[in-house]
């Protein structure tokens, strides 16, 4: 018998473990390690093997109720073989959100099952989607006449002329509670002069009608100037064309590239005073030469508060029609009769909303819309502090001078009621 001293002391081998690793769950051909379904877990998961069909049908039964929270329907059955899909649940995000996109559809299996879908997946899951919700680009054309005949037949009053290509047209109007009021809209083929001119023909045809004093607030764009010029409808002294403060601005700086000039220029064209705008004009001319000749150079009725004579009636920038394009945000990448009936569906519930407030209005026997009655409540409460001097009865003239207040103020105004001149 060897007693030969060891440096380590031997293991009995009664005291050895080994990992506990039950009978079952052995892939006996391959002697791999299998997954079995958990049911106090309810979760499926890869490569897990069921005894019978009946416990795999289950189990899936079990972990869409508890997990995935989402239906499914079964596409082949048989003895030895059992396949099943998840119904699509992205038609109602199309329908509710034409903006949906295939980031939105990623991030949405993500949040629902925990698994990343890849991306052509998501971008065929969206395709099937919009085509179940809207049609598919080959019916679309048989499609929309249809519809916009079925639409003015069962609304009256609505004009429907035809001409489509894939650009969306609109003008909208400000009401008189300071909200934006939908007119017309239209798809063609571009934003081209040939466009702008047919789209103003259908604006005078079925909105304006003949009615005077219209102010048309739009960009600078070649064609629609070219198309206004040629309409009676915004030619004094029927109505007036302006140009958006906003957009005269960001042009000004694309030129120029200076921040500081742009804030001028925007408040330039903000003042109603006289006095007030050509002191910002010399201010610029100070600054740049360049930049003055720029701005000199556009006629200022256009672009400025202080030249335009009252037609703008406050209203400077053409952000009203960039409100309907907010409203209608993600639609245009859709099919044209989509686009038309998602256009159709939220004009008409805005529309719905709007009647639900002035029905209010006239239940409270109210003289002017809630914007008109708080802009008189606080005038009216500023001119309590005014002194009044009357001088003609007969033109309802007076003089009215305004309180100091802060440095400001006595001011004296004169006031011609018969007139509607201050």
Not at 318 to 337: H, T
């Amino acid at each position: 018998m060897n007693t030969q001293p060891t440096l380590y002391r031997s293991i009995p081998f009664f005291e050895q473990t080994f990992p506990e690793i039950p009978a079952d769950s052995v892939d006996v051909p391959n002697l791999r390690y299998a997954k079995f379904y958990n049911k106090s877990e309810g979760r499926l998961d890869t490569r897990m093997l069921f005894k019978t069909k009946e416990e795999l049908m289950e189990a899936v039964k079990d972990h869409s109720i508890r997990h995935a929270r989402r239906e499914y329907y079964v596409t082949e059955s048989s003895k030895t073989k059992w396949k099943v899909l998840y119904k699509h649940s992205a038609e109602g995000h199309v329908k509710c959100n034409p903006s949906y996109g295939i980031k939105h559809v990623i991030q949405n299996v993500k949040d629902q099952t925990g698994y990343d879908v890849p991306y052509q997946k998501a971008w065929y899951s969206l395709k099937m989607a919009r085509e179940i919700v809207y049609g598919t680009w080959e019916s679309f054309v048989q499609k929309l006449p249809k519809y916009l005949g079925a639409i003015k037949k069962y609304n009256p009053g609505t004009i429907v002329e035809w001409k489509h290509k894939s650009f969306q047209q609109s003008t909208a109007a400000m009401d008189g509670n300071q909200q934006v009021l939908p007119l017309a809209f239209a798809v063609v083929d571009e934003e081209t002069y040939p466009s702008w001119k047919w789209f103003l023909q259908q604006l005078s045809r079925h909105v304006i009608r003949g009615r005077r004093g219209m102010c048309l607030i739009s960009d600078r764009h070649g064609g629609l100037i070219k198309a206004v010029r040629e309409r009676p409808n915004f030619v004094s002294p029927h109505g007036v064309h302006r140009y958006c403060l906003r957009h005269v601005c960001s042009n000004f700086n694309s030129s120029i590239k200076n921040v500081v000039l742009k804030y001028l220029c925007w408040q330039a064209g903000l003042e109603y005073q006289l006095r007030k705008f050509n002191r910002i004009m010399e201010e610029i001319k100070k600054q740049s030469v360049t930049t003055f000749a720029y701005l000199d150079q556009i006629n200022k009725e256009k672009w400025t508060a202080s030249h335009d004579g009252g037609w703008r009636c406050g209203i400077l920038t053409a952000n009203m029609s960039e409100c309907i394009n907010g409203v209608l945000k993600g639609a245009r990448r859709l099919l044209v009769s989509a686009l038309v009936e998602i256009t159709l569906e939220r004009t008409v519930h805005y529309f719905h909303v709007r009647a639900i407030k002035g029905q209010k209005m006239l239940q409270n026997n109210q003289l002017w819309a809630d914007f008109a009655c708080k802009m008189f409540i606080s005038w009216q409460q500023k001119a309590v502090e005014h002194t009044v001097t009357k001088y003609s009865h007969a033109q309802q003239s007076a003089s009215v001078v305004t309180r100091r207040q802060n440095k400001h103020g006595m001011n004296t105004h004169v006031v011609k009621i018969a007139n509607r001149e201050c």
